[in-house]
Each structure stands twice: as C-alpha cells, then as structure tokens.
T-cell receptor, first 110, second 114 residues
Framework: KNEVEQSPQNLTAQEGEFITINCSYSVGISALHWLQQHPGGGIVSLFMLSSGKKKHGRLIATINIQEKHSSLHITASHPRDSAVYICAVGGETSGSRLTFGEGTQLTVNP | EPEVTQTPSHQVTQMGQEVILRCVPISNHLYFYWYRQILGQKVEFLVSFYNNEISEKSEIFDDQFSVERPDGSNFTLKIRSTKLEDSAMYFC????????????FGPGTRLTVL
C-alpha cells in the first residue's frame, strides 16, 4: 500500500513569492499527479509526470523517481492561486487507483 | 473542451434510503472511477471500471455499493442503504486509452445523509 505524504499542510505567502510544495511516496509508481482543488470542491488536474520536469505557465512540477519525491513550484504567486494542492500517485497498471495525499492549503495574500 | 459531468450537484437523503449518483465521462474514455472525500479528509479511491466490469475496488466499496454503465454515456454509483458515514463529496473521473493516462475529474456530488 502506498503512503503519500505532503508538506507543508498549510502555506501562507505574499503575492509574488515563489512557492514550493513537496510530496513523498513509499512505493514505486507509474506516475504522479498534481491536482488543484478549489473552495467549491472541484478537482482539476495540473500535471501528470513519471520522470523529470514539466512546466505550464507559472507552475513547474519535478519528480525524482529514485528518491520517491516530487515538488510543485509556483513562480510569481497570485491570490488566484489560493487553493488546496493535492499530490496523488498511481500504480503500475492501466486503470489503477490513485492514492492521494492530504493536500496543502495555499493562501496567497495580496 | 470535453469534460466529465455529474448529477446531482447536491443530494440530501434519509439514512437507509438508496441513492444513485450519475456521471457522464468524457466520450472516448475507457476507464472510469469513483472517489469520495469526507469533509476535512483526503480523497479516497472507491472503484475503477473498464470494459463493463469492475477492475479494482477498495475496502470501502462493500456490498452496499454498486456501479453500472447502463448505456453508452452514463456511469452510475448506487448506494443501497445509506449510512450517516456515507456523507461525503463523490467524484467521478475518467481516463483515456490504454496505458497510464491522466484522470479527468467531474465537479462532484455532495451527498448528505440525515
């Protein structure tokens, strides 16, 4: 059974700051997902990655498979980035379950 | 842009009643999932479905739960006799072709059991 740990649990930043959220997992995986959950509850997929680094706008996600660790970075943070960011890992077969971390509540103040 | 839809957005029911939560996955997707999130807790996997059968289920998905794809577009989760602890947000997700691909989530159905 995979355990997914995220840190920090809560993060408050000032607008413009560089944000890093970390995720560690215990068992080898096929892919890791970063998701964003808005106050209304909806979940949006930000990244799926199995190696290296991906970038989309101001968001950057990296993964180190050997160390079983991933980071999500937000550059030039903005109040609209305020949300819960969730790391989830998937097993090694098609259609396999995602195992979720607890999430990181990010608040960006103007 | 194609998206996963769910109905209703909020369902209130009495303990012991049956509820059916409905999802319309993205049309060319092959894998379908249900997850739930109890208020204040992390998202948990319930079940995955492929080729008209359950491919994986969690310990939570007991005999009170069932899933069905009654036609080419809908994917439903039935809870036969709801309990107070079934109150949660239920998310449907779908993913595409074979191989490991991104899962797309619906907006969720908030189920409140009284």
């Amino acid at each position: 059974k995979n355990e997914v740990e995220q840190s920090p649990q809560n993060l408050t930043a000032q607008e413009g700051e560089f944000i890093t959220i970390n995720c560690s997992y215990s068992v080898g995986i096929s892919a890791l997902h970063w998701l964003q959950q808005h106050p209304g509850g909806g979940i949006v997929s930000l990244f799926m990655l199995s190696s290296g680094k991906k970038k989309h706008g101001r968001l950057i996600a990296t993964i180190n498979i050997q160390e079983k660790h991933s980071s999500l970075h937000i550059t030039a943070s903005h109040p609209r980035d305020s949300a819960v960011y969730i790391c989830a890992v998937g097993g090694e077969t098609s259609g396999s379950r995602l195992t979720f971390g607890e999430g990181t509540q990010l608040t960006v103040n103007p | 842009e194609p998206e996963v839809t769910q109905t209703p957005s909020h369902q209130v029911t009495q303990m012991g009643q049956e509820v059916i939560l409905r999802c319309v996955p993205i049309s060319n997707h092959l894998y379908f999932y249900w997850y739930r999130q109890i208020l204040g807790q992390k998202v948990e996997f319930l079940v995955s479905f492929y080729n008209n059968e359950i491919s994986e289920k969690s310990e939570i998905f007991d005999d009170q739960f069932s899933v069905e794809r009654p036609d080419g577009s809908n994917f439903t989760l039935k809870i036969r006799s709801t309990k107070l602890e079934d109150s949660a947000m239920y998310f449907c997700a779908s993913s595409g072709e074979r191989g490991y691909t991104e899962q797309f989530f619906g907006p969720g159905t908030r189920l409140t059991v009284l």
